[in-house]
């Protein structure tokens, strides 16, 4: 019996101390195309105060408040890309695991094919020509 | 008393790595036979004083000794005994500690057990490794000394990151250890031959089995550390493109390409200077990774302390041995001859082609992940992950299997279109098969998807096809590997296209007693109730669940606090069925008395790790088959022998 109420006094505070989640944090869209269309984007979206998890999986405040925004913006008609802009704008590049591709990115997404140019010599290399 | 034990063996076994590095090169440079006779057994030595330094700082968890300011600072007396155990490695020195231990037993079974290596090239090998040891032993002995003392020892320690506390903690980053710095063997015997300027197919058939090795830990590693974060984090993803998952990744790709180009070494005499380079740059990986999660230059559960002059160090320690290694590389690769030439549609050609898809996969990654962190230090933030990973790599992982599934068909040396092409249709009408199929019962589901389950069914029956028509119990074991490799990355591939494509969501708010529906089930919360563990108090869900007309059964989903330190996880309840695993997590109870539910029908989940238990298990295999092939080489020649 003291276990339980140890235990008891134990959970009270951390749930006590809890603030209400955003609607929509943790309710799907009732439409399941937005719903889905929502997901894929909150998957692409970086929870900005987590150790590199995206909003689609932390258990953050934060992350909770942007899915919430998500949703919101989805269910009021907005395309997905036109969130990721919004929330571009508002928190910088920073905020999307797909980085825009532009001035600082460009290098980036060049590199798998310039990567693939150069294994393609290398690889010649080893082949006797027919 | 133990912890100075434990410092004492520390510094004995890096004065032995001195001693390893002067005996190799006096042994080398003068031909002294006498000097080269003690190497192995002083690796055997330093192997083992290191071992009993990382006993005994298990020993100080073990016992709770406060004193030790490692012990106070990770560990707390009511936690369970095996997380005391295992806390040992949950911190910043004690998991260094444990990579030096790898270290150094590597380097003591190398003196053991290697017997092919022409005795040169094993001298040369054993004072590399002694090297890299005692540039590890410096950072632990001079930055990150495990066994400092605490005074005053304070009453009880802060206790162990809660996420931490898992069995997985007594699994995960030792095999993950083993494999990551098993390679240096590889490094060790690259570094060597090239000393010694003896590179062929002997050196390559001595290399194989320490690769095979390290690779089969590494797999395990990964896939162990793969399904520990699917159902600790609770949202029930299991590869995030995290920069230190991709810390363990691109080791292993480099592995990968490197034990295919053993074999073309080994059996064909081919890619000489490559299979070297392989050798360099999978350590390389190694203690690249090393870098990332240990210099503090990121935040996350594997990143334990942060602190500027440990990165320095480690840095420092990146650029002489990576430096010097690809320096010795410049400097021989000259007087390695580049081996044979291969004909482009040959087993060798594909074997090429692997090597150039996982190598252009290891430089995606590897620029992947330090895209934003040298952005970041020239003042740009920005993130690079899942999507980025997705586009890139997928398609490339993708013509990687297509290519896997045609290599073990070709003839060595030289083969012909048609007769490929003949001896691939049944793959291919398997894939076409099963695309159509999934496009016909499941929908659209998006190009990689819909061409990962496609490109499994061709490699699962393209895998199994060097079995076909051949006396099962006489093929070699190491072909049986392959098969089992092979088709572990079929089953592992088809796990992963299929959980991403028809996983179901279900979020909900719910009263005690309220049905929710996910996919075909029917899940009830019965109530939630309070328990108490040995450090942490939970609420525990009561969820009967319910699929047609079967009986129900419960799952429990937690929510844990821990008082040292203050935290709360999500311990998910998993139920693992036929055709996957039913997710579910306990959240918060709403104002209005309802409590938050999170449900997932995840199908062929289990798949994805099924897959992984496989790719190591052929690895193993194929180790076997390689030594009883020798085994029993030697055999007959003793026979032959006697005999004569």
């Keep these: 019996m003291r276990k339980f109420v140890l235990a008891l006094a134990l959970i009270a505070a951390p749930v006590m101390a809890q603030r209400p989640p955003a609607a929509l944090a943790y309710t799907q869209l009732p439409d399941p195309a937005q719903e889905a269309e929502a997901r894929a984007l909150m ?31 989805i269910a009021g008609g907005e395309r997905p890309d036109e969130v990721r802009q919004w929330l571009i704008a508002r928190y910088g590049d920073y905020v999307t695991f797909d980085p825009p591709v532009g001035g600082t990115t460009w290098p980036l997404w060049v590199a798998p094919i310039v990567l693939l140019g150069l294994g393609m010599l290398v690889a010649r290399a080893s082949f006797r020509r027919r | 008393m133990t912890a100075e034990f434990g410092l004492a063996a520390l510094w004995f076994a890096a004065t032995l790595a001195v001693l390893q590095i002067a005996l190799s090169g006096l042994a080398l440079r003068r031909g002294r036979d006498d000097v080269a006779a003690a190497m192995r057994p002083v690796a055997i030595v330093q192997g083992a004083l290191v071992a009993l330094a990382m006993a005994a700082l298990i020993a100080c968890f073990l016992a709770s000794d406060m004193s030790v300011a490692l012990v106070a600072a990770n560990s707390h007396s009511a936690k369970p005994w095996l997380y005391k155990f295992a806390g040992a490695w949950g911190n910043h020195e004690g998991s260094m500690l444990l990579w030096v231990t790898i270290l150094g037993l590597a380097g003591a079974a190398v003196a053991q057990f290697e017997r092919r290596l ?34 005053p020892a304070p009453a009880d ?113 081919g890619l000489r200077a490559w299979t070297i380079m392989l050798a ?21 559960v594997h990143a334990f302390a942060v602190d500027p002059t440990r990165g320095s160090f480690i840095l420092a320690l990146l650029v002489i041995y990576i430096g010097g290694a690809l320096a010795l590389f410049g400097a021989r690769v000259g007087t390695v001859r580049q081996g044979n030439l291969f004909d482009p549609l040959s087993r060798e050609g594909a074997l090429v082609v692997n090597n150039l898809l996982l190598s252009v996969i ?41 290519v896997m599934a045609a290599g073990p068909l070709m003839r060595w040396r030289r083969d012909e279109v048609g007769a490929v092409i003949e001896r691939l249709q049944w793959p291919i009408a398997a ?54 490799a092979h088709l572990g990355v079929a089953v592992s591939l088809a796990g992963m296209a299929a959980s991403s494509a028809f996983t179901t969501e279900r979020l909900a708010a719910v009263y005690v007693g309220d049905p929710v529906r996910v996919a075909g089930f029917t899940v009830t919360l019965d109530g939630v109730r309070p328990v108490i563990g040995d450090n942490w108090t939970a609420l525990e869900a009561r969820l009967s669940v319910r699929e047609g007309e079967d009986a129900p059964f419960v799952l429990r989903p937690q929510v844990r606090y821990f008082t040292t330190p203050v935290t709360t996880t999500n311990e998910s309840a998993i139920a693992t069925l036929a055709g996957g695993q039913l997710y579910t997590v306990l959240g918060a109870l709403g104002d209005d008395g309802r409590w938050q539910l999170r449900l997932w029908w995840k199908p062929f989940v289990t798949l994805i790790w099924l897959g992984g238990a496989m790719i190591a298990a052929g690895g193993a295999l194929s180790i076997v088959g390689h030594q009883r092939r020798g085994w029993m080489k030697r055999r007959r020649r003793a026979e032959m022998e006697w005999y004569a």
Excluded at chain 2, 366 to 391: C, E, H, N, R, W
Excluded at chain 2, 433 to 442: E, I, R
């Design chain 1, 43 to 73: 998957a692409t979206l970086r929870c900005l105060v987590c150790q590199g998890q995206s909003i689609a999986d932390s258990d953050a405040d934060m992350a909770g408040d942007m899915r919430a925004l998500v949703r919101q913006r």
């Design chain 2, 118 to 151: 022409p005795e040169r090239t094993l001298i040369a090998t054993l004072g590399a490794q002694a090297a890299i040891a005692l540039g590890f032993y410096a950072f632990l002995l001079f930055a990150s000394n495990p066994f400092a003392r605490a005074d």
């Design chain 2, 157 to 269: 320690g802060a206790g162990l990151n809660p996420l931490l506390q898992d069995p997985g903690l007594a699994f995960h980053p030792p095999t993950l250890y083993a494999g990551y710095v098993g390679l240096s063997v590889a490094f060790s015997f690259a570094v060597g031959a090239l000393l010694t300027r003896d590179v062929g197919p002997v050196f390559a058939r001595a290399m194989r089995p320490w690769v095979l090795g390290a690779w089969v830990f590494l797999t395990l590693g990964i896939t162990a550390g793969s399904y520990w974060a699917y159902y600790e984090l609770g949202w029930g993803g299991w590869w995030f493109w995290d920069p230190t998952e991709n810390a363990s990744l691109m080791p292993w790709l480099a592995a990968t390409a490197l034990l295919h180009s053993v074999s073309v070494l080994a059996t064909r005499d």
């Design chain 2, 280 to 300: 360099v740059v999978a350590f390389s990986m190694s203690m690249i990774g090393t870098f990332l999660v240990r210099s503090g230059i990121l935040t996350s």
């Design chain 2, 362 to 402: 290891l430089g995606v990654v590897l620029i992947g992940t330090f895209y934003p962190i040298v952005a970041g230090a020239m003042g740009v933030q920005l993130s690079v992950g899942a999507p980025f990973f997705d586009k890139t790599v997928g398609p490339l992982a993708l013509l990687l299997v297509a």
């Design chain 2, 431 to 484: 894939a076409l098969f099963a695309s159509v199929g999934v496009f016909v019962l499941g929908g659209w589901i998006g190009v990689l998807p819909t061409a990962g389950i496609g490109l499994a069914a061709g490699l699962a029956v393209a895998s199994v096809a060097p079995l076909a028509k051949r006396n099962l119990r006489r093929a070699p074991l190491t072909l049986w590997g392959m098969v089992v």
